[in-house]
């Protein structure tokens, strides 16, 4: 699969903008709660969250944290930064203040936007610990020293002109965790998110424009990112964003009043998920839902039969990584082997290597490699790391995987 971007290139265009001269401006492209963000709201309030940064100072190529819950905002903030040709940074809303010390400082960050109730978790670092953030931004309640989030939207422009940007500038960075020490930088490009929308969420999943998508991984997971955030607008469908716990009855809450087709989270929800039970009434009722998706950890082949068995609805296992975006292997509809990760997606390559990086036969286990165009440019100032994941054109995933005479990779 071969994606044909023109060189001047703004995601935020493509994901935002287009939309207005395709007619979807009166469409839901966020559902939050009783809250309704159309395509043509998202658009004045990406390019109102676009002016306010640069009323704050910031330039093309400097990085914005958002340390954000799941609701529209994190789209204003996300668009917004990437059109002015600023770098967001979502980050994780479960960490503790060393790690968002650490994280601030790598990044150099001059501007973070964080919901109000998370910013206790910044407030408890010392000031002399940050070495460059100079403004704080609040979404919701914001004290004496910080900027209201809702102010800054009010008092800028809703019209915006998109920094002409390449395809391979940086667009936003996401950190991964690893196994050790502190999270890695993962710069990803302008071109990254189409390259992912085209070949998982078009390719593999069908996505439509009447499609409504549910994620249960949150919005700063890379897994997230794509199911909650782009996909549905890179064919003008809609997502629904939910900013609480992913509890078993948050989750089937919002899938009954919302009725997503497209549903994703990882095996340990799904687990949890089938061990709750509504205390009276009938079955909880996912009719809605065309697939399931999951990701983040193997999925095992008995959770997948209980789900169909119980739900009728099938889970399409998959493998990716904040490295590589979103998916690179995936099960497909009606092809379906449980207990595998599924086939290689359109657009990437795999293979399984031994330690020396020599190809094994099929059905002996190794290391899996892949290649394909989302792979991130490299860790921010993590030269060796880099070097030893990132090896030419292949990523070194991590993962022991097998790989069947039919295609098929197995944990």
């Not at 023109?6 to 401006?25: L, M, Q, S």
């Not at 990085?63 to 668009?79: I, M």
């Not at 949150?218 to 997502?239: D, H, P």
Request: proline share 6%; charged share 20%.
């Amino acid at each position: 699969m071969q994606i044909e971007l023109p060189r001047v290139f703004n995601a935020a265009t493509y994901f935002v903008d287009r939309h207005i001269g395709e007619g979807r401006g009166r469409k839901a492209a966020y559902e939050c709660g009783d809250e309704r963000v159309t395509y043509l709201q998202l658009l004045e309030r990406v390019n109102r969250a676009g002016n306010a940064l640069k009323t704050l100072g910031v330039r093309p190529e400097e990085r914005v944290a958002l340390l954000l819950l799941d609701t529209p905002e994190f789209a204003y903030c996300f668009f917004g930064a990437i059109k002015i040709g600023a770098v967001p940074i979502p980050v994780n809303t479960l960490l503790k203040p060393p790690e968002y010390t650490y994280i601030l400082n790598d990044s150099r960050a001059r501007v973070l936007i964080v919901s109000e109730s998370l910013l206790p978790q910044i407030q408890a670092i010392p000031k002399a610990d940050l070495q460059y953030l100079e403004k704080i931004v609040v979404f919701g309640q914001a004290p004496a020293s910080t900027l209201s989030f809702e102010s800054l939207l009010g008092s800028s422009s809703p019209e915006l002109r998109a920094h002409p940007t390449s395809k391979d500038d940086a667009a936003f960075w996401l950190y991964s965790s690893g196994s050790t020490g502190f999270p890695k930088g993962c710069v990803h490009l302008q071109h990254d998110m189409v390259v992912c929308a085209e070949s998982y969420a078009k390719a593999v999943l069908g996505i439509r424009e009447n499609d409504r998508l549910y994620s249960v991984a949150k919005l700063f997971f890379a897994y997230g990112l794509g199911n909650g955030l782009y996909f549905s607008l890179s064919v003008g469908a809609t997502s629904i964003l939910w900013p609480g716990s992913p509890s078993p009855p948050n989750i089937f809450s919002v899938i009954e009043k919302h009725k997503p087709t497209l549903f994703f989270s990882v095996p340990s929800n799904y687990s949890t998920l089938l061990t709750y039970h509504r205390e009276k009434g009938p079955e909880f009722d996912l009719s809605s839902v065309r697939w399931a998706v999951s990701a983040g950890e193997a999925l095992p082949a008995t959770i997948f039969h209980r789900f169909k068995e119980r739900f009728g609805v099938e889970i399409l296992d998959a493998i990716g990584s904040t490295e590589a975006l979103h998916m690179f292997i995936a099960n497909r509809p009606g092809a379906v082997r449980p207990g595998s990760s599924g086939q290689v997606l359109p657009g990437y390559e795999a293979r399984v290597v031994d330690e020396n990086g020599q190809p094994v036969p099929d059905g002996e286990v190794g290391n899996l490699m892949i290649k394909g165009d989302s792979v991130c440019l490299c860790y921010w100032n993590q030269h060796e790391k880099t070097k030893d994941t990132i090896q030419g054109h292949w990523l070194r995933t991590g993962d022991k995987y097998f790989r069947d005479q039919d295609g098929y990779y197995w944990y």
